[in-house]
Structures are given as C-alpha cells and as structure tokens.
C-alpha cells in the first residue's frame, strides 16, 4: 500500500526503481512521416495509377502508420525510409495486375491506388510478391 507519509521509507530494491516513460525506449522512435513526399514518390513510380488529389487525415494517418513500420523495424533514417517507399512504388508499378494490364481472377481490369497500397493488410502482400504471379509464369 502506498503510505501517505512524505518520505516513505524505500527497501532496497524499490530505491533502484527509476520512474520511466510510458513507451518503452528499447522501442527505436521513426523520424516524421514525409507524407508529401512519399505521395510524390507514388505518382514518380506509379505514373499509370490514379492520382491521389485530396490528402486527408485518415491518408496521413495510414501512410504514416506504413512509415513506421519500415523506417522503425528497419532502423532507418529518413533518407533510407524515402529510398525504401520509392523501391516500394517501383515494386508496385511492375505488377501487370496492380497496374491494370492484365486482368485478375475474376477477368475484371482493375488498377490499384495509393490507399490500396498503403492498406495494412494489403502492404505486406504487395512487399511479398503477392501480387506479381504473373512472374512466375
């Protein structure tokens, strides 16, 4: 029980106790998303997909969200995170499927976007190839 004295007498192991942040500091923090500039990496890569117009909250927020994922796991500074997302944008402009130059399972054209690519189930998909099986063809 906490003791309502002014100076509560500590044990041993509770002086050694250091008040700490409530994020843990082994967790690396990402330099700031450059949302602008990763919007102008997708239309430099991505030329033949739907231009993104409007950039929202809920855009930032999701870019973001995938920035910190590559630039935190990868233990990248900014410079990195920009050549890794413009490597990203390139991936994505080879797929004949997410381009609109082949048509999916269904025989439907269809041609991704900028929020498609940045979805967090459909992110790690498109890293993975997932996307691509005409490749493999």
């Keep these: 029980p906490l003791s309502p004295s002014p100076s509560p007498s500590l ?3 509770q002086e050694s106790i250091v008040p700490t942040a409530l994020v843990s500091s082994a967790t690396p923090k990402a330099p700031a998303c450059p949302v602008s500039e990763l919007v102008g990496l997708y239309h430099e890569h991505c030329p033949s997909l739907p231009r993104v117009e409007v950039v929202n909250e809920s855009r930032r927020r999701t870019v973001a969200a995938r ?11 900014r410079a990195a995170g920009l ?5 990203f944008f390139k991936h994505a402009a080879k797929s004949e499927f997410l381009t609109g130059r082949t048509a999916g399972k269904s025989g439907r054209v269809w041609r991704a976007d900028f929020d498609f690519l940045t979805t967090a189930s459909k992110f790690p998909r498109v890293i993975e190839g997932a996307y691509h099986k005409e490749a493999a063809k």
């Design 67 to 77: 920035w910190r994922e590559v630039v935190t796991e990868e233990k990248m500074d």
């Design 11 to 13: 044990s041993p192991c």
């Design 83 to 87: 050549e890794w997302f413009a490597w």
